[in-house]
T-cell receptor
């Protein structure tokens, strides 16, 4: 998944803990996106950023905050993790011919 | 919000078989995309469809953009073991909608025991 880098790859949190998922793209794109993936539900958009300095809610934003730090970086923060946020998280940025390039994902478990 | 219904949810394949999956939407899209996801990886684009009625192939994969712009199908011919994975359809509106993708629930392709 060249061009989009996510960290960490795995994380276990206790309920109520906070963490930030990091994402960086080196393709000089304006748009970046955060999705979560749950079994049978495909990928659902949490937040997106159409350009540096702007962010907008997606389909499932509750419990999350985002920061578009600069053109390269778009972070996702869980202030108080809940078991319902156990999921695989993907960051994405536009690909050359429509669609997105995805990062390799962050597998988060909240216990 | 927009919903994409993808079917089947899972299927078993035997090497050499042709398989098919489809996606329907409650509203139209300007672009349909098909992705494949391998374990531990992000989805990777297989085929992109840009206009209604378009039929596009990529090796053993063939996909079509429905005339109504509300559906698409993906066929895999002569399946091989490495076709195992999760396949997602996705619809995209452009520009005014922030280029956001809406995804189907996925079709998990497994090998027959």
């Amino acid at each position: 998944n060249a061009g989009v880098t996510q960290t960490p790859k795995f994380q276990v949190l206790k309920t109520g803990q906070s963490m930030t998922l990091q994402c960086a793209q080196d393709m000089n794109h304006n748009s970046m996106y955060w999705y979560r993936q749950d079994p049978g539900m495909g990928l659902r958009l949490i937040y997106y950023s159409a350009s540096e300095g702007t962010t907008d809610k997606g389909e499932v934003p509750n419990g999350y905050n985002v920061s578009r730090l600069n053109k390269r970086e778009f972070s996702l923060r869980l202030e108080s993790a809940a078991p319902s946020q156990t999921s695989v998280y993907f960051c994405a940025s536009p690909a050359p011919n429509y669609g997105y390039t995805f990062g390799s994902g962050t597998r988060l478990t909240v216990v | 919000g927009q919903q994409l219904n993808q079917s089947p949810q899972s299927m078993f394949i035997q090497e050499g078989e042709d398989v098919s999956m489809n996606c329907t939407s409650s509203s139209i899209f300007n672009t349909w995309l098909w992705y494949k996801q391998d374990p531990g990886e992000g989805p990777v684009l297989l085929i992109a469809l840009y206009k209604a009625g378009e039929l596009t192939s990529n090796g053993r994969l063939t996909a079509q953009f429905g005339i109504t712009r509300k559906d698409s199908f993906l066929n895999i011919s002569a399946s091989i073991p490495s076709d195992v994975g999760i396949y997602f359809c996705a619809g995209q509106l452009h520009k005014a909608a922030g280029n956001k993708l809406t995804f189907g629930g996925g079709t998990r392709v497994l090998v027959k025991p």
